[in-house]
């Protein structure tokens, strides 16, 4: 395999442009390695030439969407065999544009791509399923073995050799589950553990636990007089004997139903399949999941605009949590385009 | 009292191991293999008005048989010597149980088989075991010899109405009551079958005491996270989000019944914990195992968490455990019920370990409902939505289609793990894990 074509992306910082001073610095190109790059030459050896630099200052490919595109189409005008960014370290806008650039690339590219960051890095989480990831110390003092981790894996996966496990190439889990048999039964391994940690000595978890993402709220709606509000529903409200079969638990699906004509929801014709708590009250007075009928009274009063004709519902019981991402994102563009400004969320 | 002068509790469990089972005229323990009396069976279970009918069937590893609609399974055993009997409050008194000997058949359960009734809750309900292929490798009752109990109710205790539940979840009166009458056959059944160990000399005998031990040793204590649907402790169905204690013999002798639904677990877990009988194994030997706690319940708002939590973590400390070793229930509102204690002990300063099932599935979904990274001794007891193929079998009993959704059990089936019978309970038996790549 004779010299592949490396792309090596780099922040206005490690392009030896300038400091913070310089960070709103457009997209640029040099030819072959520079800063980091000659480290990263230096490790990859005779199989591979990093043949050019692309660079952005780290404000203006954060606010400029478009910047991005710049940044690709110049990688691509060197034809890379692999495309490595960074490595970021703990660094937040360095390690957003590595994480989106590497995924950008590798979608376009079709080739191997490998970027480099702190596993606290807020980006690590958010393209660590997407993106090859080296796993890198919090700062720059680590630079030399996070550029000689991110070449093994950018030529490992060049060359097609299958990846071993995270922790033995140093690369952050993606995520993809690997159903094994454990060489001893789960209640040996759980007592070991416990002795271990019982005793000051060291013990690994089979497991982690998450870092959860954080959503930021949206701003308060500034007029709710004037405001179109909804109601969504994770209690498994639905019309009585359930026609559209929604799940009580693992739901599928989302549905919608027409509200517009109601004043209330009569346990009569309304009723939660919720499977995971005592449904007996709401199933009594549904509006003790969806308030339907104070929400009426507000809009009388004008307290609110006008209540969007549509209830959004499912049932929140053991779902998977990308199902109910998913969810949020088609409920949420949903009541996007019909203009809603404010949404009365009941979880149960 | 000092832990010197307390008397303890010992019992012995004999395993009678058992290679064949048959049917015959006498039910009887003869050269390991168990002959069953049909008809006196069969007269034993339906002297219940709940029931019209009741197929008793047998199903051996290797057959070409999937049982659907299973529920509880249980392990038949005998009281031999001792106060008390085996599942006090169903079919012997409740009176505390764990000590004597008692006698197992070891390599036998009794599968209770029914498709719900009028009312009765299907959420979480499905559960298979298959006999030979892949499911029977997976799960723990495809290696085991199976009498399995297929009801046909009572269809004139279920009027006209009955069928409409207030609560999705619990069901109707009239349907847990009669999932209770088939929970009380298929212990009736596991008891009748027991005795026919009560006067053969077992293969193996294995002692559990809690006797004293080396003051230094670090205290122990086990968690038992129980399901909502509240298991039956010495026959009362409570809930018991505050926490009850309970020694390990007492589950040796099935003093805790499991609510037959819920995905997770069985009292044939409870009888063999696994968990259970490694603490008791190292008694004394490198930890000092104190006993368990059972907790768990309907704990609908944040309040009943925060009591919940509190209290089971306080009667940790009350024992002045060093360590506690949790049965954690993954998923719904267990997740946070079980992770506040775990907070909780390890701000107490105990050590904590969970077993725990993987509820995720995809690469963004790490698996947790909620966690707290206080729990960072974790481990994986395998994933629930794993996806397992199973072929298609000869003979299928139970039904034809699942309960819900109402799948074709007839042919190929592809269904996650958690419908694999005892596949993945975090009691702690099976190899099956999850590795992060």
Known sequence: ?348 | MTDEEAPSMRLEIGSVNVRGLDFGHRTELADHTLVIDHDELRALVLDDPHFTDVRVRLARPGESVRLIHTLDVVEPRWKVAGPGGVFPGFVSPPVTVGEGRTHRLAGVAVVEVGAPVPGESTVFRDRLIDMSGPGAELSPFGRTLNVVLEFTPNLALFPPESEVMGDVLAGTAESNEYVRAVQTAGLKAAAYLGRTAAAVAPDELETFELGPCDSHLPRVVSLHQEVTLTPFLYGVRVSLPLGAMIHPNELFDGALVRWNRGYVGSTYWEQNHPIVRELCRHHGRDLNYLGGIVFGGVTASAADKEASSSSVSKMARLLRADAALAVGINGSNHAVDLMLTIQKCERAGIKTTVVYNDVGDGPDDPGFIFAVPEADAIVNAGCRDQKVVLPKMETIIGGELLAAPALDARGELTVPMRYLHGAIDPMGHSRLTVRFE
């Open chain 1, 1 to 348: 395999m004779a010299n592949l074509r490396v792309v090596h992306y780099l922040n206005q910082f490690f392009a030896g442009i300038g400091a913070e001073d310089k960070a709103d610095t457009p997209p640029g190109q040099r030819s072959g390695p520079v800063g980091p790059g000659r480290v990263l030459q230096q490790v990859l050896g005779e199989r591979a030439q990093v043949v050019a630099t692309v660079y952005c200052g780290d404000n203006h490919v954060a606010e400029h969407p478009a910047a991005l595109d710049s940044i690709l189409t110049l990688v691509a005008e060197h034809r890379p065999d692999i495309v490595v960014a960074g490595p970021a370290f703990s660094a937040g806008r360095y390690g957003m544009a590595c994480g989106e650039i590497s995924l950008r690339a590798g979608e376009r590219f079709g080739v191997p791509v490998v970027t480099g960051m702190h596993p606290d890095n807020a980006a690590a989480e958010m393209y660590r399923t997407r993106v090859w990831i080296a796993s890198t110390g919090n700062t720059a003092t680590g630079m030399a073995p996070a550029l000689e981790r991110m070449a093994r894996l950018a030529l490992k996966l060049a060359s097609g050799t299958p990846l071993g496990p995270p922790a033995d190439e140093g690369y952050l889990p993606k995520g993809r589950r690997v159903f094994v048999l454990a060489e001893r039964p789960a209640a040996e391994r759980a007592v070991a553990m416990l002795l271990r940690k019982v005793r000051g000595e060291p013990y690994t978890t089979e497991w982690p636990v998450p870092r959860y993402q954080r959503v930021t709220p949206a701003a308060p709606v500034r007029d709710p007089s004037k405001a179109t509000l909804a109601l969504v529903t994770t209690g498994g409200l639905v019309p009585r004997g359930n026609p559209d079969r929604l799940e009580s638990g693992y739901a599928t699906k989302w549905l919608r139903y027409s509200i517009g004509g109601e004043d209330t929801l009569p346990p009569e014709r309304w009723q939660s399949v919720h499977g995971g708590f005592d449904t007996t009250r709401i199933n009594e007075d549904p509006h003790r999941v969806v308030p339907l009928d104070v929400v009426r009274e507000l809009e009388r009063e004008g307290g609110i605009g006008r209540l969007h004709p549509e209830l959004f519902t499912t049932t929140g019981n053991t779902s998977v949590i990308p199902t109910l991402r998913r969810f949020a994102q088609e409920i949420g563009r949903e009541l996007k385009a019909a203009g809603v400004e404010g949404v009365i969320l009941t979880s149960t």
